[in-house]
């Protein structure tokens, strides 16, 4: 009996010993394939399993592998910023098509309820600007900008700009870029600040590669900043409005963030199309595409324009489609355009509905107040240089 029960130890010795090696001697590709599809919260966890598993979720090309498979129309998330009264929140809408509400996110600034914007949204990195004062005059004269990866939970606080905002009146705005250099396969993290003051303009780019600040020289530019961030960012470059002194007709201009440059788009001129009405109009990411998104007060209906590039180089914008009607919503306005094609828009009573034009429903999403901004998300394990870990009542 005693030689039985030795004889079932050693078997099951045995087995542990040959799961063990089993285990330990998975192909490489396989785990890699595995680690990929797992979400950024479960990775954190499984970097403490040892050091193997530490090294690979940590590696650049990980990372990148990762966030591609991870960023497509199913799992990419909305990102909301919105004022209600004096608070101003940040909220995550996961999935646009399922039940699920907003997620109220406690950012680096959660101890400042007021004046936070979010200036854009990038492959899983967001880029955060804090205004110290209240004063509505001097609000953007001190303020706090930092890049800000919510699934990770660490941040990075960026210098203080050099271009200093003299007295008097000024315009101010930001953009947030991205480049990817593919003779070293590294990857490069910008955000613009465009400061517009006596008819003349001062841009300077912060790199997070560098981490510091430099003028560049433009060209003689007039952007009309209604808001602290840039319109839209698309396939990694911010677009801005510029001023236009007809209201029937819209310019645009994008940063190539690779020449540091600002590239004009020709105007869409309204004067012609929409006579009579009081025209609403929204820039936004349509499915990795500039396109603006047109509406008419009492139209269900509302057009998408996009760029066209026609024979001899020449591009102009061109009525794509007609999406609509609309119906429930009265006198809505378009916010942003989910990347599964779902439409976010906003009533006159500032309430933000979800509108799917494959079968015309729309879904309440309980998010009120105004200033709105959205662009789109997704979780990754992106970080930079002198990134830290984000700590709760983290004070500034």
Known sequence: MANQERNTEATDDAIMSSSSDYNLYLPMDIIFDILNRLPVKSLLRFRCVCKTFRQLISNPTFISSHL???????????????THRTTTSLSLLQSPSSSQNPINLVHPFSNHTRNLH????????????????NHPLHCHRR????LWNPATKLFKSLPSPTIQIPSGFFHLSYGFG??????????DYKVIRIVSFNLQTRVEVYSGISDCWREIQVMDLRFYSHKLSCEVIVNGAPYWLLPNPSNHCICFTWFDVQNEAFVMLPGLDFSRLYIGTSVHWKLMDW?????VVVCCPGNPFFDVWMIEDHCGGESNWCKKFVIGPVFGVERFCVLQCTK?????VADAWERIFLYNPRNGETKDIPIHGVQFEAFHYVESLVSIEGFRQQELNNQH
């Open 287 to 291: 499915k990795d595409n500039a396109a």
């Open 143 to 146: 303020s706090l900008l930092l």
């Open 178 to 187: 991205f480049q990817f250099h593919s003779s070293t396969s590294s990857s």
């Open 118 to 133: 979010l200036i854009g949204s990038i492959n899983g990195l967001l880029c955060l600007c804090l205004c110290l004062s």
């Open 68 to 82: 591609l498979h991870h960023r497509t129309p199913i799992t990419t998330a909305t990102i909301f910023t919105f």
């Open 340 to 344: 599964n094609g779902e439409i976010i």
